[in-house]
């Protein structure tokens, strides 16, 4: 055996190089029962690599259009969150439980609107947001080892996912106080203008928004207006924590969501 084998610090090396810190991932179930909408949907568990070695309670993000998360055959790409999670892993930054709740496909746009829209109808957001009230957290935090408060519970998504994150931020201040807002389809429900004037939390709100240049005529200066709103020191916002993260390059398209996923991980859930 060469001096360099011998070496403590060569063993290490060995040793760090074998270990995975890829999240485990599980899938909850196939057809999960929606009981609010009648329907079903597949929903996965994103676990922190060293999860069934610890004894450790963790912080949540339920995610929003599961099947664009890190299906590598996802037909519009994916935001790789398995890698991005398995990069943070190796700074340490592994102490967060992801759950990945699927889109319900042709009913997408209905589940995740929150407000009737002259084109789509009713929307059934606010179902949807009692679906994961009354239904998917208890039943998460009953499964998996996690820090239950507002404090350690965050949701996100992109485009239609992004709206329905940011209602539920305005309107379930008891369940989430970490939201990740990606490009967010503010078009289609002009009244979360309305709610974000009066909102003010009476607890801290983190709140990260991510928009692109590219993505439409609209879309900046519709980000803009709900930046200028929430961050109006007039309007008794001091709760809120705001990150606004602009990509003039940027497009809808997932390629930009997966770029921003780590960054705005980060920002929510890891600052020191």
């Known amino acids: 055996m060469n ?13 760090e190089a074998t270990v995975t810190h890829y999240p485990i991932i599980e899938l909850i179930e196939e057809a999960y029962e929606i009981p609010q909408l009648k329907r079903k949907r597949r929903i996965s568990a994103l676990l922190p690599h060293d999860y069934h070695v610890s004894e450790k309670r963790y912080p949540v993000l339920y995610l929003k259009d599961g ?13 790789a969150i398995d890698r991005s999670l398995e990069s943070l892993a190796r700074e340490g930054l592994q102490d967060i439980i992801v759950i990945a709740i699927d889109h319900g496909g042709e009913d997408r746009i ?16 606010e179902l949807y947001m009692q679906f994961m009230r009354n239904t998917l957290i ?14 350690n519970t965050g ?11 940011l209602y539920a931020g305005l309107n379930h201040q008891d369940l989430f106080s970490r939201l990740m807002v990606f490009s967010p389809s503010l078009w289609i429900a002009p009244r979360i203008f309305q709610q ?13 928004i991510y928009a692109g ?10 980000v803009n207006r709900l930046k200028g709103i929430l961050m109006d020191k007039n309007k008794g916002f001091e709760n809120i924590h705001l990150k606004l993260s602009l990509n003039p390059e940027g497009t809808h398209s997932e390629h930009h969501w997966s770029l921003e996923f780590p960054k705005a991980l980060k920002w929510l859930y890891f600052r020191r």
């Not at 084998?5 to 290490?12: D, E, G, Y």
């Not at 209905?110 to 957001?125: C, I, R, T």
């Not at 240049?213 to 519709?222: I, Q, T, V, Y």
């Open 110 to 125: 209905a589940e995740y609107l929150p407000y009737f829209n002259s084109n789509v109808g009713k929307g059934e957001g």
């Open 213 to 222: 240049g590219k993505e439409s005529a609209n879309h900046m200066p519709n």
């Open 67 to 79: 099947q664009n998360l890190f299906d590598e055959n996802a037909p519009f790409g994916n935001w």
């Open 155 to 165: 949701i996100g998504g992109s485009s239609m996912g992004g709206l329905i994150s």
């Open 138 to 151: 208890p039943y998460v935090n009953k499964k998996y080892r996690t820090l239950t408060s507002p404090a």
């Open 196 to 208: 974000a004037e009066r909102f003010n939390p009476k607890l801290p709100v983190h709140l990260y």
């Open 3 to 15: 001096e360099l084998a011998k070496s403590p610090t060569f063993a290490v090396q060995i040793m």
